[in-house]
């Protein structure tokens, strides 16, 4: 069975279109790398595929559920790590990771059980009554990883999880990572501007740009595809070098909620 099946899916804002026809499938167990420059798409797809967003046209399914008719039973299946801080600052981890559970109606036994385990499985039991504020940038994505594996998600989501991480701390957690899909065959699907780290996590890399799927397959498949030496080379020969703005997708959206909100 495939955890993640997206067919023919299209996303426009106004004008803009910013997925095109998009398909592919993620199978069961499998490291799932999304890979793109700036407004090629990726942080819109993530949005649809986590229910944020309604696709214009096109079918999600997760985990067999489709995204727009069975969103409870969609959300349920996964977990996800943001690229920006989700945390609150003002409660201690415990509490956080507490507040997770209720929301996800973790029955309480089974709650506590699975809080401890899991801030022991990211090194931070020992922190658990301490307030979020004071952590390390470090300990809080190890933190939010914890969060989104409280509920035993079959996948977990992460968009850009190690950013603005230092080396030592981008390295354990993606053997936390790499662990956690090993030990219960939990699906990933993640996003990184850090090409080495797709290279050697991913099983599968797709290298979308202009809202559609130009290259798919291994590190080592896209590198013999461009006749290059690594991943960054084989990124680069295939979507170019030129600098790109920023999410073209959130330019567009604000630009339209700032339009609707000038009709009121």
Sequence with gaps: MNSIDVRHLTKTFGSFSAVKDLSFLVPQGEIFAFLGPNGAGKSTTIKILTTLLSPTSGEVFIEGKSSVTQQNEVRKSFGIVFQ???LDDELTAYENMELHGVL????????????????RFVELWDRRDELVKHFSGGMKRRLEIARGLLHHPKILFLDEPTLGLDPQTRSHMWQYIVALNKQEGMTIFFTTHYMEEASKIAHTIAIVDHGTIIAQGSAHDLQVKTGTASLEEAFLALTGDAIRDEDATSTDQMRMNMRIRGRK
Excluded: T
């Design 84 to 86: 920006d801080p989700s």
């Design 104 to 119: 996800y109606r973790v029955p309480p036994v089974i709650r506590m059980g699975r809080i401890e385990e899991m801030l």
